[in-house]
Structures are given as structure tokens and as C-alpha cells.
Nanobody
Framework: QVQLVESGGGLVQAGGSLRLSCAASGRFFSINTMGWYRQTPGKQRELVAIITSGGSTNYADSVKGRFTVSRDNAKNTVYLQMNSLKLEDTAVYYC???????????????WGQGTQVTVSS
């Protein structure tokens, strides 16, 4: 069974930095796209950043130039380095991975449990 475990959230002052990590465990064939989404109360979950298996990245306009997504394939881990944090970055952050299974070859979407990031003034 595949599990995604996140870490690194917390409370930070505006202008500060945080680094989120998300590691996949279990048995699977390969991890394709890795990414981060965020959600605030009453709003839909939104894309923050994604990185493909080839290393291509895509960012939400609101975080371009401030956030960096990266991956370590040997550790089945995706990271989100968040710099110059703003009050509006406050949200629950979720990692998301598309993972291919060994036996079926099918690809499934998995989500982390979410980690709270709170930016204070």
C-alpha cells in the first residue's frame, strides 16, 4: 500500500522561509509527476507547483520566483522550498503523486495527509 508522508509545515513570520517534504513509501513501479497543492477554508484546493519525472516544473503565478519544487528520485521524495512567505500563503499544503503500480502498470493519484503552513505578520 502506498503512503505519502509530509513534514515541514509550521508557523513562520512574513518574509521567512519553510521547506516542506513528502516521501512515498510502499511497493510501486515508478513515480511520475510529483507536486504540491494548497487549500484554505471555503476554497478549492489549488495547484502550487508540480515537477515531472523529467524534471520539468510548473508553478502557480502567485508563487513564481518565491517557491521552488524539487525531487529526489532515490528517496521517492518531493520538496517545496518556500521563500519570502506572505500572509496569503497560509494554507494546508498537500503533496500529490501519480504512481504506477508494479503488477497492473496502471497509474493512480495519491495524496499526503496535509501539513499546515501559517504565515504571521
Amino acid at each position: 500500500q502506498v503512503q505519502l508522508v509530509e513534514s515541514g509545515g509550521g508557523l513562520v513570520q512574513a518574509g521567512g522561509s519553510l521547506r516542506l517534504s513528502c516521501a512515498a513509501s510502499g511497493r510501486f513501479f515508478s513515480i511520475n509527476t510529483m507536486g504540491w497543492y494548497r487549500q484554505t477554508p471555503g476554497k478549492q484546493r489549488e495547484l502550487v507547483a508540480i515537477i515531472t519525472s523529467g524534471g520539468s516544473t510548473n508553478y502557480a503565478d502567485s508563487v513564481k520566483g518565491r517557491f521552488t519544487v524539487s525531487r529526489d528520485n532515490a528517496k521517492n521524495t518531493v520538496y517545496l522550498q518556500m521563500n519570502s512567505l506572505k500572509l496569503e500563503d497560509t494554507a494546508v499544503y498537500y503533496c500529490r503523486m501519480t504512481i504506477s503500480q508494479i503488477m497492473s502498470g496502471r497509474t493512480y493519484i495519491y495524496w499526503g495527509q496535509g501539513t499546515q503552513v501559517t504565515v504571521s505578520s
